[in-house]
Structures are given as C-alpha cells and as structure tokens.
C-alpha cells in the first residue's frame, strides 16, 4: 500500500490518464493531507476493515496519527466504524463517480466497449496504470463459463468499474508496462517480487521481463489463467495522436468458449481496429 511518503498522488492527464505529478515543493505540501489519503488508500480488498494499528501499519504512520486520520475521516462521513474497526463508506464513491462523469477517456472508450461486447458476446473493458495494478476505467460485456445447465453468462471478476488488478499477471497490465522505457521498466521491477496469484501465474523476474520485451515487440499480450483460472485475457494498447500509450483494451474469455488460439485469430482484429478507431479521440 501507499505511505504517506509517496502519497504525491497520481493525477490525470489530458485524456484522463493517471500520470505521475511533478515534484512538488516540501513547503507545497501539505502533510496532513497525504497521510489522511494514505489511510484511505489503507483500505482494499484484502483488509476491508482496520482498526488504528493496522491503518497505522499499512499507511506507514504512527498509531496515535492513524487514529486520528480515522476519526476524522469517519466524521466526515468517508468512514463507517463500531467504534474499534473502520471501513468504507458509500461517500467514498463520489471520488470515483466524479472521475467517471468527467474523465474523457472512460467517455471516449465506453460505446467502442459496448459495440464489442455487442458484437461477440464476450466482456471487454479499458485500464489505466496505477504503480503496480490496473484501474479499470471502463468496462462491458460478460464471461460465459461452464454450468450444470451449460453455458451461462456471469460478470467477469475483477472487471467492475474502479477495479485494481495486479499490473504482473494480466494482460492489460503487461501491455502498459511494455509501453515504459526499458529503464522505467528496470527501475519498477528493482526490488519487486511478483506474487503467486495460481499455478500458472509467472514469478520469475528475469522470465517476466523477456515476457515484456516480447509484448513489446507483438504490440498486444495474452495472458493464460495467470490471474484467474478458467480465465484467458488479451490486450493491446490504446495510444494517443503523439503516439503514446494511455490505456489498453482488453478481452477476457473461458477458454471453455475460446480457446487462446481462437481469441488471437477472432478478437485480435478487432482489438486493434478498435485501437486505431479510438486513437483521435485518446
């Protein structure tokens, strides 16, 4: 998780893209406020409820500053509590609602998302890089697995507006890491494990950074039951005028429906036209 230290939080572009922010004068800022952000970023799927130890350890503050943030978040009405544990209010939405609203680029993806969902009947959506996960940004469609009564059509997990998946095991986030500089890559990689999310999932960080070099030299990425099994993703980026990418488009898939072969023959096309169609509007 984020600590206060580097909560210099990450801001949109002009395409509504998270980019990294200019440092910014010790002076400038405001202490206070990055630590309250932090232990709001304290709070994810993993630990929905913290009392102040753990916000304190997660956010990388002391106990007494934790509790404090905590009151005063759940004051204001960002935090729900019991009076020990914290968590989550629907207030919290409003950051993301607004984003959404407003952002241009889950405005500019959405109907091409839609008309892909529409078209193939599989679930696809859009993703931005944020540190070392992917924020879905946009999404549409569904995941067909297998039931008792056949076929039936379920929401892809992970894939929900607002969602953070990690950036090492999907598809969306190999693309985005492709689009670094070779150093950039090095310097994110540097003292990074890469977790084990199923069997299948590669941890290996020599392996993982030829596995880049070559999503680089494809322009797309599939990934194979790497961050879900029963599930198979690919990718390609979503680049701007100026030629940089900003976002990357997906698809995923029960390889009990499509076969990784029959995705890169049937959906890759399409992928890749939509990246193009969308280009003027990144």
């Known amino acids: 998780m984020s600590s206060a230290s580097n909560l210099s939080a990450q801001m949109s572009g002009p395409a509504g893209v998270l980019q990294t922010p200019k440092p910014i004068a010790k002076a400038d800022l405001i202490e206070g406020m990055a630590k309250g952000m932090a232990v709001l970023e304290s709070f994810d799927t993993q630990r929905q409820r913290l009392n102040a130890t753990l916000a304190a350890e997660r956010a990388g503050i002391t106990r007494a500053a934790a509790r404090r943030h905590l009151l005063t978040l759940a004051h204001l009405g960002y935090l729900e509590t019991d009076g020990s544990y914290y968590w989550l209010a629907p207030k919290v939405l409003r950051f993301s609602g607004s984003y959404l609203a407003s952002a241009r680029l889950p405005r500019a993806v959405q109907p091409t998302l839609n008309r892909l969902a529409a078209q193939t009947h599989e679930s696809f959506s859009a993703g931005v890089l944020d540190g070392d996960e992917v924020v879905i940004v946009g999404r549409s469609g569904y995941e067909w697995k297998s039931g008792a009564s056949g076929a039936v059509r379920v929401l892809a997990y992970g894939l929900h507006l607002g969602a953070r998946l990690p950036a090492h095991a999907t598809s969306t986030g190999r693309v985005l890491l492709a689009a670094k500089p070779k150093t950039a890559l090095t310097q994110w990689l540097k003292g990074r494990t890469l977790p084990r999310l199923t069997a299948r999932t590669l941890t290996d960080v020599k392996q993982f950074r030829a596995v880049i070099d070559q999503v680089r030299n494809d322009d797309c990425c599939l990934a194979v039951e790497e961050h879900e099994l029963g599930v198979h993703a690919l990718a390609v980026p979503l680049r701007n ?42």
């Open 241 to 282: 005028m100026q030629g940089r990418t900003v976002a990357a488009l997906n698809v995923v898939a029960s390889p009990q429906r499509l076969t990784a072969q029959e995705m890169q023959r049937d959906l890759l096309p399409l992928l890749f036209d939509a990246a193009r169609e969308l280009r003027p509007l990144m």
